[in-house]
């Protein structure tokens, strides 16, 4: 397996967050533009979206078994459904849900209509269940987009947040009274107080200025158990732990110059599946791109949250 140990660690940065970072291929996944990567122990699968291909992938990591879905349009985020039994996606039009048993598609709802030269981008659902995410617009990512909430009831998609250009690592934080998200145009990442069970964002304000520190933008991020950020940067080759306090405490080289999304995974969820893109990257350059790449950050995260799919609500 190739491998990248490469890794700064700031003044103050605690040693266990910047320890054995060694950085192995994980699954040689291929993928143009991978995101939304979901660990799930009950089933041992892996899922994950490939934007570009427009396809959405399970992984049966015992057996090495893939199984590819071709949707035929753009996933930028997903979640499982709390019953096992399929994601809900967050997709050009709006939301979504795709069936395992069927495979099948079923809209649920279009908040800003169809066809309208918009995307979803990234998302993630909430400790009620419910599924965020910013929309992106395909032809000028400059063009400040929002953030939709999609209700329990599969058809409720209301508007959270505006003048958001480019949604990406949208998280909440573990006491579950911040929200982080951050704009991959403005390369910058914002934080808002957050209610948890009306799932109200307030009092928006900027958590860190990344264009003065690393080159890229922040792509998609986690969070772990001590609510620690960690954010891939897309064409920075990095991925970077940030505190609660908006310090750089640990930045890791990664064999690939677009990394997209870090998740959690292992018996003990201290292990770190990363995804990452191929489309425009120079392969021989950088050969793993497109590739699930692995890391143990010494940290521990959480499985990510479920939706709660309840249409009788």
Not at 37 to 47: A, H, L, R, S, V
Not at 132 to 146: C, I, M, N, V
Not at 166 to 178: A, H, I
Not at 218 to 245: M, N, R
């Amino acid at each position: 397996m190739a491998s990248s140990t490469a890794t700064k660690c700031e003044d103050g940065a605690s040693a266990a967050k910047c320890c054995d970072l060694k950085v192995t291929t994980f699954y040689k996944a291929g993928a143009l533009v991978g995101k939304g990567g979901i660990w799930d122990p009950p089933t041992k699968n892996y899922y994950y979206t490939d934007i570009q291909a427009k396809t959405i992938h399970k992984y049966h990591i015992p057996t090495g078994k893939r199984t590819d879905y071709n949707v035929g349009f753009q996933v930028g985020a997903m979640a499982l459904t709390e019953d096992g039994e399929g994601l809900v996606l967050a997709y050009e039009d709006g939301f979504g849900m795709w069936s395992f048993k069927n495979e099948k598609f079923t809209v649920l709802a279009n908040p800003y209509g169809v066809n309208s030269g918009w995307r979803m981008n990234d998302g993630a659902c909430d400790s009620k269940g419910r599924f965020w995410a910013g929309r992106l617009f395909k032809t000028d990512e400059s063009k400040p987009g929002e953030i939709y909430r999609l209700e329990t009831d599969g058809k409720t998609a209301t508007k959270v947040i505006d003048n958001i250009c480019c949604t990406n690592g949208l998280l909440f934080s573990p006491n579950k009274k911040l929200l982080y998200c951050g704009d991959s145009t403005l390369k910058k990442i914002f934080v808002w107080d957050y209610d948890e069970e009306s799932g109200t964002p307030s009092n928006r304000r900027l958590f860190l200025d990344t264009a003065p520190l690393f080159e890229g933008v922040p792509d998609g991020a986690t969070i772990d158990d001590d609510g620690y950020l960690w954010v891939c940067f897309y064409d920075g080759q990095k991925l970077v732990s940030i505190s609660p306090e908006a310090k750089v405490v640990c930045s890791i080289d990664m064999p690939v110059k677009r990394p997209t999304q870090p998740s959690w995974f292992g018996d003990n969820l201290d292990e770190l599946l990363v995804t990452s893109a191929s489309a425009g990257v120079d392969m021989n350059q950088f050969p793993l791109s497109g590739h699930v790449l692995h890391l143990s950050p010494g940290a521990r995260g959480q499985l990510k949250a479920k939706y709660k799919y309840n249409p009788a609500h």
